[in-house]
Nanobody, 126 residues
């Protein structure tokens, strides 16, 4: 069983930065694909970024490219999402997710992830 705990959310002004962290309680963290998703009020949960456990390759949603960076520290069982130049439309609950297997190099679909955290709120004011 994998437990994921996100932290680092908060209320910031547009243009600011935040770094989200997700700590995983699993011995074989280095074997899991990790992803970040977000869900704004009244909207579907959407993909933000993901990182492979095989070669560290990454994938980003168009909305995140150039502003967000996903990274992982296998020694700390933690995945990060560095978010820069935040916009009001980035306001959402951000969820960390883990997948043991993937059909593609970097899984980007919600259905590919079997483990989810409880989410952390990010609010960006204009």
């Amino acid at each position: 069983q994998v437990q994921l705990v996100e932290s680092g959310g908060g209320l910031v002004q547009a243009g600011a930065s935040l770094r989200l962290s997700c700590a995983a309680s699993v011995r074989t963290f280095s074997s899991y694909f990790m992803g970040w998703f977000r869900q704004a009020p009244g909207k579907e949960r959407e993909f933000v970024a993901a990182i492979s456990c095989l070669d560290g390759s990454t994938s980003y949603a168009d909305s995140a490219k150039g502003r967000f960076t996903i990274s992982r520290d296998n020694a700390k069982n933690t995945v990060y999402l560095q978010m820069n130049s935040l916009k009001p439309e980035d306001t959402a609950v951000y969820y960390c997710a883990a997948a043991r297997f993937a059909r593609t190099a970097v899984p980007v679909l919600r259905s590919e992830y079997g483990y989810w955290g409880q989410g952390t709120q990010v609010t960006v004011s204009s």
